[in-house]
Nanobody, 125 residues
Framework: QLQLVESGGGLVQPGGSLRLSCAAS????????IYWFRQSPGKEREGVSC???????NYADSVKGRFTITKDNAKRTVHLQMNSLKPEDTATYYC???????????????????WGRGTQVTVSS
């Protein structure tokens, strides 16, 4: 059974860092793209960062230079390192998985079939 579980959220002061993890079971990261989305109350869901099955990455303009996405295929885990956090980064962060060709550079922007339950990130002094 495919399952995604996020962890690592919490309360951090502006300028601080957090490392989110997305533990995936029931799939191989050689065949899935993983996307981090975030959503805060009253706002639309926003794509934050994606890592393809080949390991290529992309980032929203709002987080470029501050966030880094990586993955460990053997551990089936994707990490999102978030540095220089700002209050506007406050949101619930979700990881999502979508099947793509083996080790491809594809990072679909929509249509993700599998989702975790989310982890809350709050940036506040």
């Amino acid at each position: 059974q495919l399952q995604l579980v996020e962890s690592g959220g919490g309360l951090v002061q502006p300028g601080g860092s957090l490392r989110l993890s997305c533990a995936a079971s029931g799939l191989s990261l050689d065949y899935y793209a993983i996307y981090w989305f975030r959503q805060s109350p009253g706002k639309e869901r926003e794509g934050v960062s994606c890592i393809s099955s080949s390991g290529s990455t992309n980032y929203a303009d709002s987080v470029k230079g501050r966030f880094t996405i990586t993955k460990d295929n053997a551990k089936r885990t994707v990490h999102l390192q978030m540095n220089s956090l700002k209050p506007e980064d406050t949101a619930t962060y979700y990881c999502a998985a979508e099947r793509v060709p083996y080790r491809s550079n594809t990072c679909p922007r929509a249509g993700y079939e599998y989702w975790g339950r989310g982890t809350q990130v709050t940036v506040s002094s």
